[in-house]
């Protein structure tokens, strides 16, 4: 994908995040979901982890969805996507065009973020998670605090329902992620109706800002639109 190519694309507004280790299987899921969500293939430690991720880039494909895969502990290798997620523990592969997404989890990320050049900021756990029961959540107010420093459009996971996505009204959020999240039939329609972000409804952010500064003017939104 050219660099001229990925600044026409526009993310998504929902993004479905694959769990494997928690029972949930991203191949079901994925035809459920609208046309127009993302969807970050992860499941770091399946050993068929190439060819699922093939098989679940052609479903993407043909349910109009953009799929990222995670990067995994080695870097040389690459998987079939329209680009790639870097969780904290991990570092985005040389080779690797495309969409980028980082995620950050406190304060302490916000000088790794600010010199990722990613396009996307995933922040968790917003609010308490089964997946990770032991980990503090940010809460709203955190989360809006690290949304205005980070230096471009902002993803909450963590504990996301159609009720908690609610209290995010307001904030600095241009998406919503989950996994289990989207096991639920219709979920994903409705929360495609909440009125969640503020602010001008009539574009999106695109996905290469041209320069930081602009990085940090990324407008929020009246509604969460999933097309």
């Not at 989890?105 to 917003?126: E, G, I, K, N, Y």
């Not at 809460?139 to 471009?152: D, S």
């Not at 009246?222 to 097309?227: F, K, Y």
Request: with cysteine.
């Amino acid at each position: 994908m050219t660099a001229d190519s990925s600044k026409r694309l526009r993310l998504p507004r929902l993004w479905f995040l694959s769990a494997e280790e928690r029972g949930i299987d991203a191949r079901a899921i994925v035809p459920t979901l609208p046309r127009g969500v993302g969807v970050i293939y992860r499941d770091y430690c399946n050993p068929r982890r190439r060819q699922q991720a093939r098989e679940l880039a052609r479903s993407c494909r043909q349910h109009g969805l953009l799929m990222l895969t995670g990067s995994s502990r080695s870097p040389a290798l690459l998987l079939p996507a329209r680009g790639v997620h870097v969780p904290r523990w991990g570092r985005r592969p040389r080779r690797a065009g495309g969409i980028c997404t980082l995620s950050v989890h406190r304060a302490s990320d916000l000088r790794r973020a600010r010199t990722s050049q990613a396009d996307l900021f995933v922040v968790a756990p917003v609010f308490r998670t089964g997946a990770h029961p032991e980990a503090a959540s940010l809460g709203p107010l955190r989360l809006g605090l690290l949304a205005r420093n980070l230096p471009g459009p902002v993803a909450a996971l963590g504990g996301i329902t159609p009720t908690t996505a609610r209290r995010l009204k307001g904030l600095r959020v241009h998406a919503i992620c989950g996994s289990s999240l989207f096991a639920s039939p219709g979920v994903a329609g409705e929360l495609g109706r909440l009125r969640v972000w503020c602010g001008p409804p009539s574009t999106r952010p695109q996905v290469r800002a041209p320069n930081p500064r602009a990085a940090r003017r990324f407008p929020t939104h009246a509604r969460l639109q999933t097309r």
